[in-house]
């Protein structure tokens, strides 16, 4: 007798079915079952047999699953008389807990065939597809546990839920017309409004009107992307004025809007079906607000069976953005969206986690997640050693934590962008329920070395072992875990804020260092930040500061008053409320804003993708790079602005000084770490931080580091922003535990 023990994403995705289907095929006796760890099978038979059925399980398995580890055992005979599926078994370990799957062909197939039972159902499903991670409430996943629970089951849907060679075989969402959810569509008093609610939903779209759109993690709010008046009431009402949206279409209309490529499509029609950031078409029926002074635009394709039916009407895009205010986290119930919605498509089927659509950013070598969630989360990652079970908190932006133990580490959705309450609930809520499903009680806890952070304060109060993890350090041991690196390495942090060692605040370093100990061998020149955050929102007056500090007359900067001038100027030469600062994305905002691109901000970065954007898709390699100094430890790049200046005073072409600046960026990097090279012999390299999601700046770097005989790492399982920040904080505070 032979005994499998199976873990990776191997429930709720068609796996015991398959398992039962080739036993039976094979005439091989036995059972399989969901377990907590895993899947768990039995099986006598022919030795002949025996090896067949391993074979055709590790090559043929259903589309959505995934083994992570297969270990095989081989016992005495049982005496199984038949093949069965178990009642699922519960022990202590840790479950998979598959993703939300994008509806699968088959489905949308059904979905639009008059003649089947779910002709036009929204809430179809089968064990190759549909909700999972959004409806589940306890582990090992079965209906009772999850948002389906309140829906019997009808005596049809029954009958394919216990038939082993139907597509619904113990497909847990099972539902049909008859006995499972029901859309409906409100006002915005919540009153029902009667019809076809895909019908209404589309006529109000079609009027101007703002739709919020219940989906699989959360809602959608929703409006015509080619409707200048319908985007612009958007953007007022969500108080977004500039920052860019995603737009849904079909996939036959994608070719109208964006460019790409084969893999990228398939990328787009994956089962997590994430948003992908493609160049936009010029001639393009999606009107500029939607990503204005962007060349990209983020697109994705349905994914959920209402998607589908939405989408049948001709020639529809929709902006299709996250159902919440302002960084807040992403709202499961219309109440909390009536400030913002006119109408509401919506349905009885509970969201019990929510999770924002995923969004990805394609380049030439990997593609880089902006964010981690929808269709990716809760799937752990291997790590490079066994931990023992660490919670890692985050920092403030782009919260997302980690819980890890043994050689997993299981990645939060995105929680959200800020300090509120709201974040919080959402944190605590989730960090919960993630405990619990992977059986974690942390015994370490690691955050962030910044005070005021909520995940900070989170995680003082937890009366465990904790440590404060420098955030550029844990940017950099973040790619190192995904790229399952355990040595010392160069590990360049690219960033925009991060509190320093020595109470600067950091963002421009390069290290050398693993885990347990760095050392930070070259950082940007500091520079006078004044106010603080207050000029983050004002690049214009980074770019006043940096050109005081550079001797230069700041007359060209547009977008200050004289009175901003006036009050800055004291708090330099007085120091007071001024901060210094070593960060890269300060030194893109300042650049940005002496070229007169944003000289205040609406969202982060913006001004420092307008620098990116300028380049185009000029290569680096012709222009000249400016001047700089390296010394001691530091890069000065006083020398660099005082080129710029004179440049813009030579009105010289804004494209040829953004390019320029890139240039300067990358041979200054290359410079510094050939020293670092030079001096301690390593040669891996790392790199991280939020300013490579640059991609002028990632490209060239990569490739004049691989020049120059470098070994180069980047992020692509994890974001290089802040959303990766708790896994390099869980992996640190696991080694520094170690040495103490
Ligand atoms: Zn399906
Ligand atoms: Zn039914
Ligand atoms: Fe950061």
Same mark, same amino acid.
């Given at each position: 007798?032979?005994?499998?023990?199976?873990?990776?994403?191997?429930?709720?995705?068609?796996? +015991?079915?398959?398992?039962?289907?080739?036993?039976?095929?094979?005439?091989?006796?036995?059972?399989?079952?969901?377990?907590?760890?895993?899947?768990?099978?039995?099986?006598?038979?022919?030795?002949?047999?025996?090896?067949?059925?391993?074979?055709?399980?590790?090559?043929?398995? !259903? !589309?959505?699953?995934?083994?992570?580890?297969?270990?095989?055992?081989?016992?005495?005979?049982?005496?199984?008389?038949?093949?069965?599926?178990?009642?699922?078994?519960?022990?202590?370990?840790?479950?998979?807990?598959?993703?939300?799957?994008?509806?699968?062909?088959?489905?949308?197939?059904?979905?639009?065939?008059?003649?089947?039972?779910?002709?036009?159902?929204?809430? @179809?499903?089968?064990?190759?597809?549909? !909700?999972?991670?959004?409806?589940?409430?306890?582990?090992?996943?079965? +209906? !009772?546990?999850?948002?389906?629970?309140?829906?019997?089951? /009808?005596?049809?849907?029954?009958?394919?839920?216990?038939?082993?060679?139907?597509?619904?075989?113990?497909?847990?969402?099972?539902?049909?017309?008859?006995?499972?959810?029901?859309?409906?569509?409100?006002?915005?008093?919540?009153?029902?409004?009667?019809?076809?609610?895909?019908?209404? /939903?589309?006529?109000?779209?079609?009027?101007?009107?703002?739709?919020?759109?219940?989906?699989?993690?959360?809602?959608?709010?929703? /409006?015509?992307?080619?409707?200048?008046?319908?985007?612009?009431?958007?953007?007022? #009402?969500?108080?977004?004025?500039?920052?860019?949206?995603?737009? %849904?279409?079909?996939?036959?209309?994608?070719?109208?809007?964006?460019?790409?490529?084969?893999?990228?499509?398939?990328?787009?029609?994956?089962?997590?079906?994430?948003?992908?950031?493609?160049?936009?078409?010029?001639?393009?029926?999606?009107?500029?607000?939607?990503?204005?002074?962007?060349?990209?635009?983020?697109?994705?394709?349905?994914?959920?069976?209402?998607?589908?039916?939405?989408?049948?009407?001709?020639?529809?895009?929709?902006?299709?953005?996250?159902?919440?205010?302002?960084?807040?986290?992403?709202?499961?119930?219309?109440?909390?969206?009536?400030?913002?919605?006119?109408?509401?498509?919506?349905? &009885?089927?509970?969201?019990?986690?929510?999770?924002?659509?995923?969004?990805?950013?394609?380049?030439?070598?990997?593609?880089?997640?902006?964010? #981690?969630?929808?269709?990716?989360?809760?799937?752990?990652?291997?790590?490079?050693?066994?931990?023992?079970?660490?919670?890692?908190?985050?920092?403030?932006?782009?919260?997302?934590?980690?819980?890890?133990?043994?050689?997993?580490?299981?990645?939060?959705?995105?929680?959200?962008?800020?300090?509120?309450?709201?974040?919080?609930?959402?944190?605590?809520?989730?960090?919960?329920?993630?405990?619990?499903?992977?059986?974690?009680?942390?015994?370490?806890?690691? /955050?962030?070395?910044?005070?005021?952070?909520?995940?900070?304060?989170?995680?003082?109060?937890?009366?465990?072992?904790?440590?404060?993890?420098?955030?550029?350090?844990?940017?950099?041991?973040?790619?190192?875990?995904?790229? %399952?690196?355990?040595?010392?390495?160069?590990?360049?942090?690219?960033?925009?804020?991060?509190?320093?060692?020595?109470?600067?605040?950091?963002?421009?370093?390069?290290?050398?260092?693993?885990?347990?100990?760095?050392?930070?061998?070259?950082?940007?020149?500091? %520079?006078?930040?004044?106010?603080?955050?207050?000029?983050?929102?004002?690049?214009?007056?980074?770019?006043?500061?940096?050109?005081?500090?550079?001797?230069?007359?700041?007359?060209?900067?547009?977008?200050?008053?004289?009175?901003?001038?006036? @009050?800055?100027?004291?708090?330099?030469?007085? &120091?007071?409320?001024?901060?210094?600062?070593?960060?890269?994305?300060?030194?893109?905002?300042?650049?940005?804003? %002496?070229?007169?691109?944003?000289?205040?901000?609406?969202?982060?970065?913006?001004?420092?993708?307008?620098?990116?954007?300028?380049?185009?898709?000029?290569?680096?390699?012709?222009?000249?790079?400016?001047?700089?100094?390296?010394?001691?430890?530091?890069?000065?790049?006083?020398?660099?602005?005082?080129?710029?200046?004179?440049?813009?005073?030579?009105?010289?072409?804004?494209?040829?000084?953004?390019?320029?600046?890139?240039?300067?960026?990358?041979?200054?990097?290359?410079?510094?770490?050939?020293?670092?090279?030079?001096?301690?012999?390593?040669?891996? @390299?790392?790199?991280?931080?939020?300013?490579?999601?640059?991609?002028?700046?990632?490209?060239?770097?990569?490739?004049?580091?691989?020049?120059?005989?470098?070994?180069?790492?980047?992020?692509?399982?994890?974001?290089?922003?802040?959303?990766?920040?708790?896994?390099?904080?869980?992996?640190?505070?696991? +080694?520094?535990?170690?040495?103490?």
């Amino acid at each position: 007798m032979k005994r499998f023990e199976i873990n990776g994403i191997v429930q709720g995705v068609g796996f +015991r079915p398959f398992v039962y289907n080739l036993a039976r095929k094979l005439k091989l006796n036995g059972y399989v079952l969901n377990s907590t760890n895993g899947v768990e099978i039995e099986l006598e038979g022919t030795k002949k047999a025996l090896i067949q059925f391993k074979d055709i399980l590790l090559n043929e398995l !259903p !589309p959505a699953a995934k083994i992570e580890e297969l270990v095989e055992f081989d016992l005495s005979d049982a005496g199984y008389s038949d093949f069965e599926i178990r009642q699922s078994l519960s022990k202590t370990g840790s479950t998979f807990i598959s993703p939300d799957l994008a509806v699968c062909k088959d489905c949308v197939q059904e979905l639009f065939k008059k003649s089947d039972k779910r002709h036009e159902y929204t809430f @179809i499903n089968c064990t190759n597809c549909g !909700p999972r991670y959004s409806i589940i409430e306890k582990t090992p996943y079965d +209906r !009772p546990v999850t948002s389906m629970k309140t829906f019997e089951m /009808c005596s049809f849907c029954e009958s394919e839920y216990r038939d082993p060679t139907n597509r619904r075989f113990h497909a847990q969402p099972i539902a049909c017309p008859v006995c499972g959810p029901q859309l409906k569509f409100l006002d915005n008093n919540l009153n029902e409004i009667f019809g076809d609610p895909i019908e209404n /939903c589309l006529k109000y779209i079609k009027e101007g009107k703002i739709v919020g759109i219940k989906g699989i993690g959360g809602f959608h709010i929703a /409006c015509d992307a080619t409707d200048r008046k319908a985007v612009a009431e958007l953007r007022r #009402r969500k108080n977004r004025p500039d920052k860019p949206f995603a737009v %849904m279409c079909a996939e036959e209309n994608l070719q109208n809007i964006v460019e790409y490529n084969s893999a990228q499509l398939d990328l787009l029609k994956s089962v997590a079906a994430p948003i992908v950031l493609f160049p936009k078409k010029v001639e393009s029926p999606i009107v500029d607000s939607v990503a204005p002074y962007n060349p990209n635009l983020g697109v994705f394709l349905p994914y959920a069976p209402h998607h589908h039916q939405i989408f049948q009407k001709p020639n529809l895009y929709l902006i299709m953005t996250s159902g919440n205010l302002n960084d807040e986290p992403i709202a499961s119930d219309e109440k909390e969206l009536q400030g913002i919605c006119d109408y509401f498509l919506t349905h &009885n089927r509970p969201i019990l986690n929510r999770t924002d659509d995923s969004v990805i950013r394609p380049s030439k070598r990997k593609n880089i997640f902006l964010r #981690r969630s929808r269709g990716y989360v809760p799937s752990p990652l291997k790590l490079p050693f066994k931990t023992i079970p660490t919670l890692g908190t985050g920092a403030e932006l782009k919260i997302s934590f980690a819980l890890a133990k043994e050689d997993s580490i299981w990645m939060s959705p995105y929680i959200g962008n800020n300090n509120s309450k709201e974040t919080e609930d959402f944190f605590t809520e989730t960090l919960t329920k993630f405990q619990d499903w992977f059986k974690i009680k942390p015994e370490l806890v690691a /955050c962030d070395l910044q005070p005021d952070f909520m995940t900070t304060r989170f995680a003082e109060k937890l009366n465990l072992p904790l440590v404060k993890v420098q955030h550029h350090h844990a940017h950099v041991a973040a790619v190192m875990a995904e790229n %399952m690196l355990d040595e010392p390495v160069i590990g360049i942090s690219y960033d925009g804020t991060g509190y320093g060692l020595d109470g600067a605040i950091w963002g421009g370093e390069i290290f050398v260092g693993d885990y347990q100990n760095f050392e930070r061998k070259f950082h940007l020149k500091y %520079m006078p930040l004044p106010g603080g955050d207050a000029a983050i929102k004002h690049p214009v007056r980074i770019a006043f500061s940096y050109l005081q500090q550079a001797g230069e007359n700041p007359d060209f900067l547009t977008g200050i008053s004289e009175i901003e001038k006036k @009050i800055i100027f004291k708090q330099i030469t007085n &120091n007071f409320n001024v901060f210094q600062t070593s960060s890269m994305g300060r030194l893109f905002d300042c650049i940005s804003a %002496m070229l007169g691109l944003f000289p205040n901000i609406t969202f982060e970065a913006q001004s420092a993708m307008a620098l990116e954007f300028l380049c185009g898709t000029e290569s680096l390699e012709k222009v000249p790079s400016y001047s700089y100094e390296i010394d001691n430890g530091v890069i000065d790049f006083i020398p660099l602005i005082k080129a710029v200046t004179n440049d813009i005073r030579q009105k010289k072409s804004r494209t040829e000084i953004a390019l320029r600046f890139h240039k300067t960026v990358i041979d200054f990097t290359v410079q510094a770490v050939q020293k670092v090279k030079k001096e301690t012999g390593l040669s891996k @390299i790392v790199l991280s931080g939020g300013v490579m999601q640059n991609n002028v700046l990632l490209e060239g770097l990569y490739s004049e580091l691989e020049k120059n005989c470098f070994t180069v790492f980047t992020p692509s399982q994890l974001p290089s922003n802040d959303g990766a920040i708790s896994a390099g904080q869980v992996m640190i505070a696991n +080694r520094v535990m170690r040495r103490d």
